[in-house]
Each structure stands twice: as structure tokens, then as C-alpha cells.
């Protein structure tokens, strides 16, 4: 029986014990993990660290989108298919992984591609979108929608050795002039010639730890611990075990945030 709506039941508080021992993150903290609906735009091989950690950590409703299915290419750096999952969707892998372990974590999956038409609607509800993808396409269609929506945009790429992670909230009055994704990468001829990991190759260590770091962030943005990514994007060169942060600014000219941001 529980006597508030922040109460935890005895089972959540045995499977949370080590977060809620964690400084600032009481019994409150958890039930808005509880309550927080996020998406998860791409399940592969940062989106799989994603929504292990946030179903792990407590977060009540995720949703996913992801349209492909399992190739054998994957398993060097998606830890949830096994090889007899080759050929499965990615949702249906990703779905019997967090029921087994989290089956208190309610999922709605979408096994579609984000698209204009479809981004209301697959996106409802959602406070916080993790944008896990590798098209620069979609990636422009979250940060639009996000800016339209004012909600958080946790972006990260990884290619060969090397990663990026940023944070965009432009929304956000407590960052004042910090950018969205339009600002830092706005839309060029040689936009759709960027390598993909199919080219370029991929390391599972790179892409699985910049997607646990974009499980980091949207931690932070739940809890409010810590300082999230806004205004700042993170470099990774793993090769070299190199991480820079650099400070980024709002763009005036953006053809995603200044036309869309509210006043
Ligand atoms: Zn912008």
C-alpha cells in the first residue's frame, strides 16, 4: 500500500537500493524516474546501452522506434540480440531483453522509421528524445521536432575510433543561448555523403560507451544531478583515450531554432 504518489513499494526500493543511496537521489528523485516518459529513436548500438541503463535505472515509459532487424554485422557492438535472434526486429529483441530483466519498465514500441508525418504522433507524450540514429536526415527531423516541442534533444554519433555527444535544449532558460543540433551541424550539400559505419567502420567500445553516456545525460536531465551536455559538445577520440569539451553558441541564422523557438 502505498501512502503518496512518491512512495516506493518495498520491491522498488530493494532493486533501486544502490541509485537511492547515491547523494541527491532520494525516494522523490525516483518516482520522477518513475513518471518520465522518453523515446529512444534508433535501437542499435548506442540505443541498446540506452535503454538498458534507463530501464535499469527506473524510468517508467520508453519509447522505442526502430523499423530494422537483427544482422549478424550487428552483435560486435549490440549486446542484446543473440545469433539466434539474426533476422528478429531489433524491437522484438529489445522488448523480450527488458521484459526478462525490467518488466515493470512499460515499452511502446514502433517498428517504422520517424518520418514528418509520423512525429507527432509516435512522439506523444515524450519529454526528453534520445536521438540514437546514424542519418543525419532523422537526426534533423528530431531537432526540429524537439525545438518545436520544447524538449530535450540527447544526440551522439560515433564512427571508426571517434564520437561526439551534446545535449540540446534551447528551450532551456537556465542555458541561455545554448544551440540546437541545427546550430552545431546545419544542413550542406555534402550533408548525405557523411561516412556511415558500414563504410567507415565501427568500434563497439566507442559507439557502447557513447551511448551509455547518452544514458548519462538523460539521467541527469531526470534527476537534475549533476551538469548535462547543453551548450557544450563532447569529443571523444577513443584511440587516443582524448576527451575535449568544447563550448557551443546558438546560431542566428539556424533554419531549425530560429524560426521555431518560442520567445
Ligand atoms: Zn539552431
Given at each position: ?8 513499494t ?11 543511496v ?11 524516474l ?69 518488466p ?37 527531423m ?34 541561455p ?20 559505419c ?7 567500445p ?37 576527451f ?20
Amino acid at each position: 500500500m502505498q501512502d503518496d504518489i512518491n512512495s516506493l513499494t518495498d520491491a522498488e526500493i530493494e532493486l533501486y537500493a544502490r541509485q537511492l543511496v547515491l547523494p541527491g537521489w532520494d525516494e522523490t528523485v525516483q518516482a520522477k524516474l518513475l513518471a518520465a516518459h522518453i523515446a529512444i529513436i534508433g535501437i542499435g548500438g548506442l540505443g541498446m546501452p540506452v535503454l538498458a541503463y534507463l530501464a535499469g535505472a527506473g524510468v517508467g515509459h520508453i519509447t522505442l522506434i526502430e523499423a530494422d532487424r537483427v544482422d549478424i554485422t550487428n552483435l560486435h557492438r549490440q549486446h542484446m540480440p543473440q545469433q539466434a535472434d539474426i533476422g528478429d526486429t531489433k524491437l522484438d529483441v529489445a522488448r523480450r531483453f527488458i521484459e526478462t530483466r525490467f518488466p515493470n519498465c512499460q515499452l511502446t514500441c514502433h517498428a517504422e522509421m520517424l518520418t514528418k508525418d509520423n512525429a507527432a504522433h509516435l512522439l506523444n507524450g515524450v519529454t526528453i528524445c534520445v536521438d540514437c540514429t546514424d542519418s543525419l536526415v532523422a537526426r534533423q527531423m528530431i531537432a526540429r521536432y524537439s525545438v518545436e516541442h520544447a524538449i530535450s534533444h540527447i544526440f551522439a554519433g560515433a564512427v571508426r575510433h571517434e564520437g561526439q555527444i551534446s545535449v540540446f535544449a534551447p528551450h532551456n532558460e537556465a542555458y541561455p543561448d545554448s544551440p540546437c543540433f541545427g546550430c552545431l551541424f546545419p544542413e550542406t550539400a555534402s550533408y548525405a555523403q557523411a561516412p556511415n559505419c558500414a563504410q567507415a567502420g565501427i568500434s563497439g567500445p566507442v559507439v557502447g560507451m557513447l551511448g551509455t553516456m547518452q544514458a548519462n545525460e538523460t539521467l541527469k536531465l531526470l534527476t537534475g544531478i549533476g551538469t548535462p551536455l547543453i551548450g557544450k559538445l563532447l569529443l571523444v577520440d577513443a584511440a587516443q583515450a582524448r576527451f575535449d569539451t568544447i563550448n557551443t553558441k546558438r546560431q542566428p541564422d539556424c533554419k531549425i531554432c530560429s524560426t521555431n523557438l518560442a520567445d
